[in-house]
């Protein structure tokens, strides 16, 4: 079993969709949590953390569910611009990422 | 500007000839690291070094080489590459703290023939 899961997809949306992507880990023992963000083959950039309580940053919302090792990404109101792979990334101790293999989107015009 | 370099961003080149991917950072971070990247299995860590003179492998170390002697160097050596580490190659550096950003390099597109 990978440690990190994600629905590969692609995921193909209309703009103005709203779409959510789900991640499940292995580790209990994990301590961060993220959400990273991949245009085709260029490098990973951070979208966003993602806290226990949940978090909120513009269109995008990040939920965590520790006891049921599973985190999501909801994207409001899809632009075209948000047409890339998104990644979901879980860290233990010494701050080693695991990477799950990533869900690809596109937005539709 | 704070960033993360790579050089070469491309390379082809035949088995068993060694080779160095440099990585540079301008941030003051201590912790770098190296993954490759590959289709189906996503970012995988090849090293991390917590600081200088500090190195430890990640998950798929074998075949490869690191070292730390300056805190903005952290180059990954391959001494013999063989076809199976045909991939793309990411290094990245995280300031102090858990959790932190990683910042990642533009990637490093290697083939082995």
């Known amino acids: 079993r990978k440690e990190v899961e994600q629905d590969p997809g692609p995921f193909n949306v209309p703009e103005g969709a709203t779409v959510a992507f789900n991640c499940t880990y292995s580790?209990?023992?994990?301590?961060?949590f993220f959400w990273y963000r991949q245009d085709c083959r260029k490098e990973p950039k951070l979208l966003m953390s993602?806290?226990?309580s949940g978090n909120e940053d513009g269109r995008f919302t990040a939920q965590l569910n520790r006891a049921s090792q599973y985190i999501s990404l909801l994207i409001r109101d899809s632009k075209l611009s948000d047409s890339a792979t998104y990644l979901c990334?879980?860290?233990?101790?010494?701050?080693?990422?695991?990477f799950g293999s990533g869900t690809q989107l596109t937005v539709l015009p | 500007e704070a960033q993360v370099t790579q050089n070469p961003r491309y390379l082809i080149t035949v088995t068993g000839k060694k080779l160095t991917v440099t990585c540079s950072q301008n941030?003051?971070?201590?912790?770098m690291s190296w993954y490759r990247q590959d289709p189906g299995l996503g970012l995988r860590q090849i090293y991390y070094?917590?600081?200088?003179?500090?190195?430890d492998k990640g998950d798929v170390p074998e075949g490869y080489k690191v070292s730390r002697k300056e805190k903005r160097n952290f180059p990954l050596i391959l001494e013999s590459p063989s076809p199976n580490q045909t991939s793309l190659y990411f290094c990245?550096?995280?300031?102090?703290?858990?959790?932190?950003?990683?910042?990642f390099g533009p990637g490093t597109r290697l083939t082995v023939l």
């Open positions: 990245a550096s995280t300031p102090q703290g858990e959790g932190d950003t990683q910042y």
């Open positions: 580790n209990s023992a994990s301590q961060s």
């Open positions: 993602v806290y226990s």
């Open positions: 990334v879980v860290s233990g101790s010494a701050r080693q990422l695991t």
């Open positions: 941030m003051n971070h201590e912790y």
């Open positions: 070094s917590m600081n200088v003179e500090v190195t």
